[in-house]
């Protein structure tokens, strides 16, 4: 796809702040550092849209980028940072759960994931999340760049068994740096949208 046209439309805490209108949005999550700056960026091909952040878990406002004034991203505060309170905690899972249960315009979640590790348990239970509310999700697997390719298999069917999924097709595994699986990313975007 080629994109024309991005801009952040607002940094939002609360479901007053978020657009008003009837655009589908693309919701992405994931723990602190797992290249979802970088996916955004590398799907838009822009430097700099989404900051990457040189500290972890400092974004916390849902980011609402508008793509050719056809879709949203909606950029999830990264989860599991330790260092922040239980309080914080709770009220930035709030936030999270609030928009992912009740926003109507989210047709897509991604679920970013390390490519290289094991799921982490915030991981398994962002998935089983997910798949109680029924909604639609993909899981990236990021940093596919560092993974030899002749070891992917192993690690598609390490995340496969952890998170207990049918078979490897919801796993997407993508490099930022590489470009790797921009491709099929946008294939399921644009499927999912009907775009
Ligand atoms: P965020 O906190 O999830 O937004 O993560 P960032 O996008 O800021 O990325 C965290 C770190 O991982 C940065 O040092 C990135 O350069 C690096 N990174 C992100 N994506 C990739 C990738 O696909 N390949 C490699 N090799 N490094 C990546």
Not at 95 to 108: H, P
Not at 135 to 148: E, M, R, S, W
Request: hydrophobic share 40%; net charge positive; charged share 25%.
């Amino acid at each position: 796809m080629h994109v024309h046209d991005a801009e952040l439309v607002i940094s939002a805490v609360n479901p007053s702040q978020y657009p008003q209108d009837q655009l589908p949005e693309v919701a992405l999550a994931g723990r602190s550092n797992v290249g979802k700056s970088s996916f955004i960026n590398s799907l838009i091909a822009r430097k700099n849209l989404a900051r990457t952040s040189s500290q972890p878990g400092k974004t916390q406002t849902l980011n609402f980028y508008a793509i050719n004034q056809a879709f949203r991203f909606v950029d999830v505060p990264g989860y599991g940072y330790a260092r922040v309170s239980k309080d914080f905690r709770l009220a930035w899972s709030k936030m999270i759960e609030k928009y992912l249960s009740q926003r109507e315009n989210m047709e897509l979640l991604f679920l970013l994931m390390d490519m290289r590790h094991e799921p982490t348990r915030l991981d398994r239970e962002m998935k089983d999340f997910a798949e109680n509310l029924d909604l639609p999700y993909a899981i990236v697997l990021t940093k596919a760049d560092k993974i030899k390719p002749a070891s992917w298999n192993k690690h598609l069917s390490m995340y496969k068994k952890a998170l207990e999924l049918p078979s490897v097709d919801a796993l997407f595994p993508y490099s930022a740096t590489k470009g790797y699986g921009k491709e099929e990313i946008w294939d399921v975007i644009s499927s999912v949208l009907q775009l």
